[in-house]
């Protein structure tokens, strides 16, 4: 079993940033993929970001490509999402995801609890 803890949500204006970190704690040598996916009020859970423990590939969704950056800490088993220039649309909350295989876009086995970012307009 793999455990996520998500931190760094919070209440921004417009153009500001945000960075959220998610620990790992468990068995962490099984997890190969990290994504970050966000659920607005009243819309379905979309993908956000995913990197590979392997080359630290990253993959976006459109919506937030040039604007949020993912990366990891392997030493830490820790992933960050670095969301810069935000927008009122981005308002969601934001979930970590740990996946032990190659796939990004579902499929993930782990799942932590959540957190909320608001960017106000």
């Known amino acids: 079993q793999v455990q996520l803890v998500e931190s760094g949500g919070g209440l921004v204006q417009a153009g500001g940033s945000l960075r959220l970190s998610c620990a790992a704690s468990?068995?962490?040598?099984?997890?190969?993929?990290m994504g970050w996916f966000r659920q607005a009020p009243g819309k379905e859970r979309e993908f956000v970001a995913a990197?590979?423990?392997?080359?630290?590939?990253?993959y976006y969704t459109d919506s937030v490509k040039g604007r949020f950056t993912i990366s990891r800490d392997n030493a830490r088993n820790t992933v960050y999402l670095q969301m810069n220039s935000l927008k009122p649309e981005d308002t969601a909350v934001y979930y970590c995801?740990?996946?032990?295989?190659?796939?990004?876009?579902?499929?993930?086995?782990?799942w932590g609890q959540g957190t909320q970012v608001t960017v106000s307009s």
């Open positions: 990197i590979r423990r392997s080359a630290g590939s990253t």
């Open positions: 468990g068995r962490t040598s099984s997890v190969y993929t």
């Open positions: 995801a740990a996946s032990e295989s190659m796939r990004y876009l579902g499929g993930y086995d782990y």
